[in-house]
């Protein structure tokens, strides 16, 4: 979508705001909500076979029981406890360590310590050197003490060992020895390869895939729609106002409709705000230089008040940080919507790119540019279960559609995300396969399909 930013009207009279924020900070409680903006992209049980893995779906109870040790207990007392020195070889390497039996919590991408230190409520008591946490394995039978379980934690480069307490409210021990002990008996945990066992091009060790020719998904088709409260209209202007700039603000911003009506701005001296018909928010801070660069989490905790004092608006999936990057000025964040475990991408049908549902640049002060599509989402009346055979997919569906990839020794990432078009009312399900140079998107096909 190609914005123009110039005004037409320079001289229409502004009314003056030097509030840092878009809002007041008391009328949300961040401290209440921070912690959902984190979760695993994965949790999987290693039962010590090599490269054969069980991954948990996110509803189910295990998932959520693993995540809420880490939430609760494990995570501060990472940032709280000096690292344990390891003896063995096998413990400075962790594609050894997650060979064997463990269990693997794995995030998107790595997320600085700092963040986590905020959203766990755990403040820095001595200098570390895990400056993030990127993937962590449960090894519940290392240690004999039923109150410790050991934990290996991978920043991307460095693996750090820490002996943790088994708090109340913990799963027990034995409750982790039993889950890597049974899982091949549950019938709902489809087992994962590794795939640099089978495709040695690959340049991914983590990447992990389905060999089994009957394993599959059931997928819902989504319905996808901009929420009621703020459909752009000329008699919907007060709602608009109401949901996108709050009390303080509606006095003080001067608003017009685009020339084709469809998108209305709503301006001041320092900030402009530009909402489209299709859900679409963008929102600019005029002078991004201004401001104080700050710290990791004081630019997350602005990026996420501007999230929450609208997140009442989006229905039916989490909201999720996926990344974060460091530019000289700023940070970039990324977030995006997640349901049932998949991601759900806009795709913009002018340049044909696949866009994170939300991009916001913030500093310690305050945000200074948001890129966000504003949706709702249910399931659709209609499901399908999808085949998540690897090579049926490589060989049947990206070599017939990016024949360019077949001696592509780059293949780093394979996942099952939905995707839908800016204006669109549907969301489906898609294979994306990445390499170093290309973004492959592969409609699944389901029975009947």
Known sequence: MGILWTEKNPGVPFLFSSQKLWYSEIAVDIDRVKESYIKPENIMVSDGAGGLYWKLDPNDGLFKAIWNDFKQSYLKQILDIKPTAGINPYEQDWYSLIKMKCIVVEFKNPIHSDIIRWIVD???TFSTDLKQIYKIAIFPTESINNNENTLYVYDGNNVYK?????????????????????????????PMNRLIYFYPSVKNDDLIVSLDKNSEKKIWDLLVKTPDKIILNRDNVDK???????DIYKSSMVKKFGEDGSSIIFSDTEKVLRYYKNGFLDYQYRNKSIGDKG??????????TFIEYRRKLIEGVDILLSSVEEKNENYVFTFDYVMDGMEVKILDPADQT???????????????????YIKTFSNNDYYNFYSLYFFDIFQNKMIENYPDLQNSSEIYDISIIYICTESGMR??????IKTENQEAYLRMQGKGD
């Open 295 to 304: 710290t990791v989490n004081e630019a997350f905790e602005k990026a996420v």
């Open 354 to 372: 696949v866009k994170p549902a939300i991009t916001i640049v913030a500093n310690g002060d305050r945000v200074v540019d948001v890129k966000w």
């Open 240 to 246: 608009i106002e109401d949901y996108l700039l709050g």
């Open 122 to 124: 755990k403040e820095s």
């Open 427 to 432: 969301a489906e399900p898609y294979w994306v």
């Open 162 to 190: 820490f002996v943790v307490k088994i708090e109340p409210g913990n799963m027990r021990k034995d409750d982790y020895i039993r889950a890597i002990r049974t899982i091949y008996q549950n019938e709902n945990v489809i």
